[in-house]
């Protein structure tokens, strides 16, 4: 009867893939009924957007919206104006309450969560009409950033501060009222801002925008910085050099439905953008 009696099989797992073992045979098999294991085969996106729906009165702003972000993927969204991307940072935020439809950071469900404290998650914004206190400076603005994003005392965040100022161009300005800034240096004080609070997603709405190509240059090498340092970003932007320089992919947003996605180059190509762009229709 022993020698009726197989061996068990033995198994290892070895990122998500199961390899089963009995004497000389082996069957490695990435599928198993494991929610840990299938997990770890596809990974998760660090934000998702899934199946959003938002309405202004009559003004449709989104309409079934899939948008997922990799970890440490960069991200460009372009579209005309009034096309939604500015309300779909804002759904992410939690500024704005979608119709229908859930926001998921690293797979948690955030919809239902308060601005701030997906802040604290790590999901940090700049707005396209920059939002300083006015009456702080520019070092204070920062600070109370960092401070409430980081959960740190004041005095612990000083040092990081003068650094992220420094970095956006701003160190100069540092003691000037964030109400007296142009609307450039307005600008990057929304990125210093939201660099401060540490973030592990970063959603920029047109950041470039009035900035000289120097500017813009030393813009992008930022960006690309904070995206190296394992930042995820997606970033709206109508200047579209500059984003080609830094995304991984380019979405196009039109009267609130992506109708394009891929790898920027080909998009910008692409017929639909020569249509909503140009006025050439796709099939002429
Ligand atoms: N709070 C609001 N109330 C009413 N309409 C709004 C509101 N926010 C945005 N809209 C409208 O929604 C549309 C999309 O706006 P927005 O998301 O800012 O577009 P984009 O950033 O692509 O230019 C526009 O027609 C805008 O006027
Ligand atoms: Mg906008």
């Excluded at 840990?36 to 003004?59: H, N, S, W, Y």
């Excluded at 394009?260 to 639909?272: D, F, L, T, W, Y």
């Amino acid at each position: 009867m022993a020698a009726c009696q197989a061996a068990p099989w033995a198994f290892s797992k070895d990122e998500g893939r199961v390899t089963f073992r009995r004497g000389k045979h082996s069957v490695t098999t990435n599928f198993m009924r494991d929610p840990d294991t299938q997990a770890a085969a596809q990974p998760m996106p660090i934000l998702a957007l899934e199946k959003i729906c938002k309405r202004f009165g009559a003004v449709i702003v989104a309409q079934d919206i899939d948008l997922a972000l990799d970890e440490g993927e960069a991200l460009g969204i372009i579209g005309p104006n009034g096309a939604g991307k500015t309300t779909l940072f804002g759904i992410a935020t939690g500024t704005v309450a979608p119709d229908a439809g859930r926001v998921l950071l690293n797979g948690i469900d955030i919809t239902r969560l308060s601005p701030d404290r997906r802040c604290r998650l790590g999901l940090a914004r700049s707005f396209q009409i920059p939002q300083p206190f006015g009456g702080m400076t520019v070092f204070e603005n920062t600070v109370v950033a960092a401070a409430f994003g980081q959960d740190k005392r004041e005095r612990d965040v000083y040092a990081g501060c003068i650094d992220i100022l420094d970095r956006c161009g701003l160190a100069a300005q540092a003691n000037r009222l964030a109400g007296s800034l142009t609307l450039i240096d307005r600008k990057r004080l929304e990125l210093a801002r939201a660099l401060a609070t540490k973030p592990r997603v970063l959603l920029l709405d047109e950041v470039a925008g009035g900035l000289t190509e120097r500017e813009c240059a030393s813009l992008v090498a930022l960006i690309k910085d904070v995206r190296a340092s394992g930042v995820s970003i997606i970033w709206i932007e109508h200047i579209v050099h500059a984003l080609v320089a830094v995304v991984d992919r380019l979405a196009v947003l039109h009267a609130g439905a992506i109708i394009a996605s891929g790898e920027p180059n080909a998009v910008i190509r692409s017929p639909q953008v020569a249509e909503i762009y140009l006025g050439i229709a796709a099939d002429a």
